[in-house]
Every structure is written in structure tokens, then in C-alpha cells.
């Protein structure tokens, strides 16, 4: 990115300095491609997976369960049954244009089995939309695999830089410009690229690749095992949400019936350590969750879950550490509360 400072030519311009900083585009446009397993032209760049939820759902009837981001949920016409572990119940019946169903849930991380409610869509003549932003980079991710006529991306789950992500679409499947103007991303976004966002999100996606072909986040997975370990050792009744479940390797979401997520996230915060309260997109919200009120917790439960994750530098004398301090909070709270 720092690199790509030096490069001032506009995308759109066929001069020298435009086409330098057309190639860096194209370039970062191949490394997305290549970490999901598509062709360069399925590739759109937006300014997030928000702005890709709202580029694939506008003007369409959107189904979708409510343990979906609000990025997905706000274009929600018909709600979709969740099962206690956090996977949808089966799907008979679509009954929109749009089925959505999220790859990796950002707050439990439970994986979703795609292709199997991508049948009933297709059968139906509605597309799907999957969200991969927690998936992709940490579990081997394409639009065949997953069943999807549109993907979701965001750079800044990947390591990348904030403000930049894309809408992948399969051949064949378009949108309508939302944005319209000068034609840029083949017409379907338009508004001069974000180069150095852009190079951003390629670079990283270009290291996700290689983290995930050598193995890094089997290694995480162990990790999130050794702190659940940890903590349920000193607090048996702690609720780890969606174990039963398949989840991502570097999420753990779990509940300390009647102390608030926020004054968890408070109390490691002065221990040295980052965590939320829900999705960091609304962790603001001093709310009970509304995935896991989905997933059929209560007001007391739903309200008194964090989230952890773990990443490739993320150690094991870290996750120690943060499994002491999380207890040692916790044997104040219930001091507190005796």
C-alpha cells in the first residue's frame, strides 16, 4: 500500500500514470479471485460487505435467518428457523428472490451447510448470497463449494485494510448497478477505485492463501480448544455456543449466565486484552445478542456472552493468560453477586 501511494494515476485514464494504477488493480482483482477460487471478471470491489449485501439484495425479496449480520438482515423479507446449535433448520421452501445464508457466523462462528439449501433456491429460480467474510482465508472457500450465485468479501477480516471488500458473482449471474455514473467495475459500480485500498485487500488476500496452504489455522483451532479447555475447568457452568456444531478455528463464543458481555469486555480490557460483546460492527450496543436469541437463548444468556478470537500470531502462553484473567474476573463477579 505504501508502494501504491506512489502510483497517483486514475484507473479510468488510458494515459502512462492510469494504466500503472489500472495493473495494480488488476492485480489485486486476481488475488481475490484466486483465494475463493473464481475468475478475475466475478470480481466487483465495493466499499464493504455492506455495500456488497445491499448491491446483491437491492430490489429483491431476501430470505435469510436472523443470526445473519445486519448487513444481510436489513433487506430481510422472510425470516428463516434457526436449531439450537446455530445451523438452520431444513429448508423446504424458499419463497423470495434471494435466499441468504451466511458462510460463518461472525459472533458464534458456526458454519452454515450451504449447497444443501442452494438446491431448494435453485429449484425455485432464486439465487444465493453466502457471506464469507469470517469464512474466507481461514477455511478453503469458492462459490462452487459453498453453493452461491454472489459471495461477500471484506478486506479488514483478512488482515487487509478497513473500507474496502467485493461482491463475487458467478458467471453468468448479474446485478443492477445501485451506484451509477462512470461505468467503472464493468459497469456495476460505479465511483473511482479505492487503489490503495484495493492493493490492500489483494495483498492480504494473497497471505490469507498462503496461511491456509500451510496449514496455520488447524494450529489456531488447537489453541481455541486449549482456552475453552481452560475455562471450563474453572467455570463449569460457562456455555460454550454452537460446540456441538462445525465452527471456524479461531472463534469461540461463550456465556457467563447474568454477567453482561459488556462488563466482561470491560474487566479484560483493563487485563490487557480485546475482545467484544457480539458482532464489533454493534458491540457499541448495549443489547442482547440477537443471534443467540435466534439460536433460543434467553434475555439473561443472550445478554451475557463475548466473543473471542484467535489468529496465526495468537500463542498458547496468550491464551493461558487470558483463560486466568477471564477466570479470576469471573470469581469477582461471583463474589459480587453471592
Not at 225 to 250: H, M, S, W, Y
Request: charged share 20%; glycine share 10%.
Amino acid at each position: 500500500m505504501i508502494a501504491a501511494m506512489d502510483v497517483v494515476g486514475n484507473p479510468s485514464s488510458v494515459h502512462a500514470e492510469g494504466r500503472a494504477a489500472k495493473a495494480l488493480v488488476e492485480k489485486a482483482r486476481a488475488q481475490v479471485a484466486d483465494l475463493v477460487g473464481i475468475e478475475r471478471n466475478e470480481v466487483v470491489f465495493t466499499s464493504g460487505a455492506t455495500e456488497a449485501a445491499a448491491l446483491a439484495c437491492a430490489g429483491r425479496k431476501v430470505a435469510c435467518a436472523d443470526v445473519e449480520h445486519d448487513a444481510v438482515v436489513a433487506h430481510q423479507d422472510s425470516a428463516l428457523g434457526v436449531q439450537a446449535n446455530g445451523e438452520l433448520e431444513p429448508i423446504k421452501h424458499i419463497g423470495a428472490d434471494v435466499l441468504a445464508v451466511q458462510g460463518a457466523n461472525s459472533e458464534t462462528g458456526v458454519l452454515q451447510n450451504n449447497i444443501r439449501w442452494a438446491q431448494v433456491a435453485w429449484s425455485e429460480g432464486a439465487t444465493v448470497l453466502t457471506d464469507a467474510v469470517q469464512l474466507a482465508g481461514k477455511v478453503k472457500t469458492s462459490l462452487g463449494t459453498l453453493g452461491a450465485d454472489y459471495l461477500m468479501l471484506s478486506a479488514h477480516k483478512l488482515g487487509g485494510p478497513k473500507g474496502i471488500g467485493a461482491l463475487c458473482l458467478k458467471l453468468g449471474v448479474d446485478i443492477e448497478a445501485t451506484i451509477p455514473g462512470g461505468g467503472q467495475e464493468q459497469g456495476r459500480r460505479s465511483g473511482t477505485e479505492n487503489v490503495l485500498g484495493i492493493v490492500g485487500f489483494g495483498a492480504a488476500c494473497a497471505a490469507a492463501q498462503r496461511e491456509l496452504e500451510a496449514g496455520v489455522w488447524a494450529e489456531v483451532e488447537k489453541l481455541r480448544n486449549i482456552l475453552e479447555n481452560a475455562i471450563a475447568a474453572g467455570a463449569d457452568q460457562t456455555i460454550f455456543v454452537g460446540k456441538d456444531a462445525p465452527r471456524l478455528p479461531n472463534t469461540s463464543c461463550f456465556i457467563a449466565p447474568g454477567w453482561k458481555g459488556e462488563t466482561q469486555v470491560m474487566a479484560m480490557d483493563l487485563a490487557g486484552f480485546a475482545i467484544s460483546a457480539g458482532s464489533a460492527c454493534s458491540s457499541g450496543k448495549v443489547k442482547a445478542s440477537r443471534v443467540l436469541r435466534a439460536m433460543g437463548y434467553d434475555e439473561v444468556e443472550a445478554a451475557s456472552a463475548v466473543r473471542v478470537s484467535l489468529g496465526p500470531t495468537t500463542t498458547e502462553d496468550e491464551v493461558l493468560r487470558f483463560a486466568q484473567a477471564w477466570l479470576k474476573a469471573h470469581e469477582k463477579y461471583r463474589a459480587k453477586a453471592a
